[in-house]
């Protein structure tokens, strides 16, 4: 059928087209609570680090290896007797004095250096390690002493008379020591790492400029 020479069909069908697809527009179109919203690219300005992690898990607190005596113990007031005369004297530099000295002397020792650890020790101390050098040194053997680690440090008794202050220092600690022979051999230690505890004690007269405290005996612990 034509109307003005125009075949009706085709504008019915033209006109079915037009309304199917705005039919299909207002339902694709419409959004419903279930659906999820469009992702968001987000980037960090440049240059920008992302931040730590931080975990909120604690870490055990480790046991004071070098403690000072408790003030109020006998120990403690004996060592504040000693503050009466020396006021720059102090437990804990003490103690980290004592400890540098402690290696210092076991180096010097085990390498026959005499000058090394001479103003460390008392004329009695330094007298019985010059004579050990000695006999090595005529044996033809070497010493090798070797401190891995001092796990501690701690003062276990002190003597105050009139000025002359003495402490006693147990000292605990790691070491590699052996003695061998002109053939390198072993003959006395050995190469394995030891736990070794030395009581040292030390003394110093507080009244005296010089701040040095001497080694005057050495025993095993």
Do not use: Y
Not at 79 to 99: H, Q, V, Y
Not at 131 to 152: D, M
Not at 165 to 192: C, E, L, N, W, Y
Request: no cysteine; glycine share 10%.
């Amino acid at each position: 059928m034509d109307v003005g020479g125009f075949p009706v069909d085709l504008v019915l069908f033209g006109m079915i087209a037009a309304f199917l697809v705005l039919r299909l527009r207002s339902i694709l179109g419409r959004r419903t609570g279930f659906e999820r919203p469009p992702a968001q690219n987000f980037q960090p300005p440049p240059g920008t680090a992302a931040g730590p992690i931080i975990e909120g898990r604690a870490e055990p607190v480790p046991a004071p290896t070098r403690p000072v005596p408790d003030p109020a113990s006998p120990l403690g007031g004996t060592l504040a007797r000693m503050k009466t005369i020396d006021r720059n004297f102090d437990p804990a530099t003490f103690l980290a004095g004592a400890e540098k000295a402690f290696e210092m002397v076991v180096a010097a020792f085990a390498a026959g250096d005499r000058a090394g650890f001479r103003n460390l020790v008392g004329d009695e101390v330094f007298q019985s390690f010059d004579l050990a050098i000695s006999a090595r040194e005529q044996a033809g053997h070497t010493q090798v002493s070797e401190i891995k680690s001092i796990e501690g440090a701690t003062i276990e008794n002190a003597a105050l008379r009139g000025s002359v202050a003495q402490v006693i220092v147990r000292f605990v600690s790691d070491q590699i020591s052996m003695t061998k022979d002109h053939t390198g051999q072993p003959v006395a230690g050995t190469d394995a790492v030891t736990e070794i505890t030395d009581l040292w004690t030390f003394e110093r007269d507080l009244s005296s400029r010089d701040p040095t405290w001497r080694l005057t005996a050495v025993n095993s612990g």
